[in-house]
């Protein structure tokens, strides 16, 4: 299984943008990269997934590599909300949908 | 719209206890996964359920098992619990579409094994 490597913690302040890397260098051609969070006490939440390239939806951009082994996860203005862990996932065409979770980047927001 | 819920919220069990949770979404989702996420960790996949009538080993099954029910439901059996089954039980949902497809996960269960 592919895997991703992203830091285990990041802080940002209230309304600046905020930039989560996760390299995955073993990506293979049929793999989405998808991107979730988690906030304190609730079950992880869909944030947005890439093939090759860029994303955006209303929650987040999603930059991708040329080479597609790293990825970052856009947020245009941090707001105290976005305070949880990130996760950047691989998402096998062939894997019927088994997410393999890492640890995932803290990100805490300051006032 | 409820999404995908799941019964009970909190439970405390005695080593050799049995259990199961309880999961039912209604989003109409082909596919239905358990995780399980212990503290300071990721989620790791239990079990999983491409389509009604079929279930499949996760990285984590042992100590488990599942039943699809039907369509919207998907239990987690603990036949005999232990200490290390100590964690936070997580469902979710998804229509797969070749793994572009986003995961619904519901609140999650709490689960003490004393």
């Known amino acids: 299984d592919a895997k991703t490597t992203q830091p285990n913690s990041m802080e940002s302040n209230e309304e600046e943008p905020v930039h989560l890397p996760c390299n995955h260098s073993?990506?293979?051609?049929?793999?989405?990269i998808h991107w979730y969070r988690q906030l304190p006490s609730q079950g992880p939440e869909y944030v947005i997934h890439g093939l090759t390239s860029n994303v955006n939806n209303r929650m987040a951009s999603l930059a991708i590599a040329e080479d597609r082994k790293s990825s970052t996860l856009i947020l245009h203005r941090a707001t105290l909300r976005d305070a949880a862990v990130y996760y950047c996932i691989l998402n096998p065409r062939n894997q019927g949908g088994k997410l393999i979770f890492g640890q995932g980047t803290e990100l805490s927001v300051k006032p | 719209n409820a999404g995908v819920t799941q019964t009970p919220k909190f439970q405390v069990l005695k080593t050799g206890q049995s259990m199961t949770l309880q999961c039912a979404q209604d989003m109409n989702h082909n596919s239905m996964y358990w995780y399980r996420q212990d503290p300071g960790m990721g989620l790791r996949l239990i079990y999983y359920s491409a389509s009604e009538g079929t279930t499949d080993k996760g990285e984590v099954p042992n100590g488990y098992n599942v039943s699809r029910l039907n369509k919207r439901e998907f239990s987690l059996r603990l036949e005999s619990a232990a200490p290390s089954q100590t964690s936070v039980y997580f469902c979710?949902?998804?229509?797969?579409?070749?793994?572009?497809?986003?995961?619904?996960f519901g609140p999650g269960t709490r689960l003490t094994v004393l």
């Open positions: 073993t990506i293979s051609g049929t793999d989405y």
């Open positions: 979710a949902s998804s229509e797969w579409a070749g793994g572009s497809d986003e995961q619904f």
